[in-house]
């Protein structure tokens, strides 16, 4: 199971960190990743992370201003997000999955609402 924590109510400009607990002790067997979504439209990927943490790859938009590392030891892991803006609003999901790089999830957390005041 995933649990993603976090989120909140942020400024424009400000940063959020949101974590993704798992309660499996195979956890650092899956690559994880973060997407979002916005009432109305459609699943948007953020960014994953690799099993041992050491490749990660983001959406372009995303890229410079959001970070994902984990922690295998506490079988967590995290997205940094600095320099929020609105569009940045939305319930944001942690998913595992067995291939890195790919877009199907073996697994998902619940979403944990991230709002972005302008």
């Known amino acids: 199971q995933l649990q993603a924590s976090g989120g909140g109510l942020v400024q424009a400009g400000g940063s959020l960190r949101l974590s993704c607990a798992a309660s499996?002790?195979?956890?650092?067997?899956?690559?994880v990743g973060w997407l979002r979504q916005v009432p109305g439209k459609e699943r948007e990927f953020v960014g994953a992370i690799s099993r041992d943490g050491s490749s990660t790859y983001y959406a372009d938009s995303m890229k410079g201003r959001f970070t994902i590392s984990r922690d295998n030891a506490k079988n967590t892991v995290y997205l940094q997000m600095n320099s929020l803006k609105p569009e940045d609003t939305g319930a944001y999901y942690c998913?595992?999955?067995?291939?890195?790089?790919?877009?199907?999830?073996?697994?998902w957390g619940q979403g944990t609402l991230v709002t972005v005041s302008s």
């Open positions: 998913a595992a999955g067995l291939t890195y790089g790919s877009s199907h999830w073996n697994y």
């Open positions: 499996a002790r195979t956890f650092s067997s899956y690559a």
